[in-house]
């Protein structure tokens, strides 16, 4: 397990939060939830179809906003701010990943990849020298000059990975991003963010409902109705025993598919 007390707490979050529609149709998705993510740390959210789990990822990444409760990203709490104010935090502190990768047709690889820097003062020089090592650590450098529709699932999804990794984020959210891959490309993946995650302490929370892609992170939080109903540290665990005390875990909460 981390040394939590040497660590800073890079997001925090206190009895958030959320509910859908108005009056006599309100339905409650997340309930309550406290939630501390400190730096460097790789974190799972897991959970059955209907806990929250991908709710609470929105609402934690500014992509929603909590009923109640709130929210702070690097001692700002974001739960009240403007959209102006969230764009910037965005734009400073956030990386995202999405399971349908989000690549634009028009631009090739590396222009995708180079994307949010040009929302920055990054110089081109910083940018192309950033570009080179975030595409050679993913494996991704010789396809720079492609377009999405000319590489594998797995290829777009570690692209995907490297735009949000360029800007140096501080915390990268990712949704699912295994969810539409085979399972050597999911492979790959997992390794490359876990890598990433220890080589340059970028502070990875992953909603995933594959017990294997949990088996990567450092820790792994399980909704229920919710709430969070458990949690899971690696510690010193080989990342096989990891597996099955996820395994064993979801077998409590009642199935083992959680899409």
Do not use: W
């Not at 690549?103 to 020089?125: A, C, F, G, Y």
Request: glycine share 8%; net charge neutral.
């Amino acid at each position: 397990m981390m040394n939590q007390k040497k660590l800073k707490t890079i997001l925090n979050a206190e009895g958030v939060s959320k509910s859908y529609g108005s009056k006599g149709h309100v339905q409650k998705v997340l309930n309550g939830i406290d939630l501390r993510v400190m730096e460097g740390e790789f974190v799972g959210i897991m959970g059955p179809s209907g806990s929250g789990k991908t709710t609470l990822l929105n609402t934690l990444a500014t992509i929603d906003r909590a009923s109640d409760g709130q929210i702070f990203i690097h001692d700002h709490e974001i739960s009240s701010m403007k959209d102006s104010q969230l764009s910037n935090v965005r734009r400073q502190h956030l990386g995202f990943i999405f399971q349908d990768y989000n690549l634009l047709d028009t631009l090739t690889v590396k222009e995708n990849i180079l994307l949010p820097v040009s929302l920055t003062k990054i110089s081109k020089s910083q940018a192309v020298e950033e570009f080179n090592a975030i595409a050679e650590m993913l494996g991704i450098k010789e396809l720079a000059n492609k377009y999405p529709s000319e590489i594998s699932g797995g290829q777009k999804q570690r692209t995907s990975a490297a735009r949000a990794l360029i800007h140096s984020p501080s915390l990268v959210f990712a949704d699912e991003p295994t969810g539409a891959l085979d399972s050597k490309a999911a492979s790959n993946l997992l390794e490359n963010l876990h890598d990433i995650n220890q080589s340059r302490q970028v502070t990875i929370v992953m909603v995933t409902h594959d017990p294997l892609a949990s088996s990567y992170c450092n820790r792994v939080v399980f909704l229920k109705d919710g709430r969070i109903f458990s949690e899971l540290y690696r510690g010193e665990k080989t990342r096989e025993a990891f597996f099955k005390d996820i395994l064993d875990m979801q077998a409590v909460l009642g199935g083992g598919n959680q899409k």
